[in-house]
């Protein structure tokens, strides 16, 4: 489910970073017991390929297996912060959180491979939406590290 972000990484960047350091299964299901709800999926596969790569390209970022339930807990806090409303019910899983200030997020009952939606403070005047996991860390890896191919 991450052709895009594994083709990229393997073309542009491993040779930098070294091989993606994925979870465990083990983490995941702890994961999902502490969240209360089934990881998608496109976010599994992301985690299992590259969740436990704090070290790798997106150094900084908060989007690590480590990070989710974090992310999570602080995104009513960042709605609030920005006057806006949650468009959604609570099976929100926060995945993707940079330096506090840009949120990507999806919800768990929207099947497995689910719609990102995000928010960046002083860029996005509403909250946005990417189409896919993949599409998301494909955007975000080829715009920090070198373009598009």
Known sequence: MLPKTQQFYNEKLRSKYGDAKGATVDNLVEMERKLDLKLP??????????????????IGTDCF?????????????F???????????????VFYS?????LAWIYASDGDNPEVYYFAEGTTQAIAKETTIDEWFYKDLSGLHGGSY
């Open 41 to 58: 999926l496109s976010l599994k596969a992301y985690l299992l390929w590259g969740g436990n790569h704090s070290d790798g390209p997106l």
């Open 65 to 77: 297996t480590s990070d989710i339930l974090g992310n999570t807990e602080y995104f009513r806090e």
């Open 79 to 93: 709605l609030d912060e920005n006057s806006i409303t949650n468009p959604r019910g609570d099976d929100v899983i």
């Open 98 to 102: 940079h330096q506090g200030y840009v």
